[in-house]
Structures are given as C-alpha cells and as structure tokens.
C-alpha cells in the first residue's frame, strides 16, 4: 500500500478521523432515532412528521457515508457495527415510542447535539488545515442548526 501524503501529518489526520468517528456515531444514531421515529409517530401531525422525519433520515443516510468515506481519506477505519457507533456517540438512546411532541422535542435535542460535535471536530480540522474535512464538518453543521430550527418552529 502506498503512503499517504496529502500534506496532513499521521497525528493531525488521527485526532481528525477521532473526531470525524464521533460525529459520524452521532449522525448514524439521530439516523436511526429519526427513522425510528418516523415509523412509530402518531396523532393529528402524523402526516407532517411522517413526511419530514423521512426526509431527514434520507439526507443522514448521505451524510454518513460522506463522513465515513473522509475517515478513509484520512487513512483511518471507519467504525462500522451499532457496537462501535453506540460507543462514540453522545445522543441518547431513546426507550420506547414516545408520544410526537416529544418526538420533536428529542429530535431538537439530538441536532443540537450533533452541532456541538461539529463544533469541536471543526476546531481541530481547522487547527491542522484540513480543509476538506473542515468544509464537510461545516456543512453538516449547518444543516443540523437548520434543522434544529425547524423543529424548534414546531413546538
């Protein structure tokens, strides 16, 4: 296999991917819990949050293989098992099936979440100048604060 050499040092392109891992274990759970919830939600909004929660599950299930594919780029395995991802992330796992408001409520909380992940991971890709992983850390940020700010608009 050849070396990597894309102007990042072995130490800068590890703390990178590490950070990278937590965010991708965090996106990958709010995946989950979103789809989740999209399966399970009922009541008068049904419809509305049936329909939105199936979006933003769909633009996850992008955006993981976008992180995952840059810790590669980094020359780092990528975690891949519930196992791995259940160990890294900070969003909380939620027991049984609660009733919408929450849903949104929770949903609030686990992109606002994912935002302060991106927000220290986008320190240290800036610190070493990772562009790359800098520009993809901002753009998850910004659509999680986007999304945040709808379900927020819900409540």
């Known amino acids: 296999m050849t070396t990597i ?22 996106t ?3 995946y989950l819990q979103t789809h989740n919830f ?11 949050l049936h329909l939105m929660f199936e979006e933003h599950y769909t633009e996850m299930a992008v955006a993981v293989d976008d992180i995952a594919e840059r810790i590669r780029t980094l020359d780092v395995a990528a975690p891949g098992t519930y196992k791995a991802l259940a160990e890294l992330t900070s969003i909380r796992e939620v027991e049984g099936v609660p009733v919408a408001s929450d849903m949104v409520a929770i949903l609030t909380q686990s992109h606002e979440q994912v935002v302060k992940t991106c927000r220290t991971v986008l320190g240290i ?3 070493a100048q990772d562009e790359s992983s800098a520009a993809l850390i901002s ?8 999304t945040a700010w ?3 608009a819900m409540r």
Do not use: C
Request: no cysteine; proline share 2%.
């Open 125 to 127: 890709a800036q610190s």
């Open 139 to 146: 753009d998850r940020m910004r659509v999680h604060e986007k």
């Open 28 to 30: 990958y759970t709010l």
């Open 5 to 26: 050499d894309i102007g990042i040092n072995q130490t800068d392109r590890t703390n990178i991917a590490n950070g990278l891992k937590k965010l991708l274990a965090d």
């Open 38 to 48: 999209h399966w399970n939600v009922t009541g008068p909004q049904f419809r509305e």
């Open 150 to 152: 709808m379900l927020r």
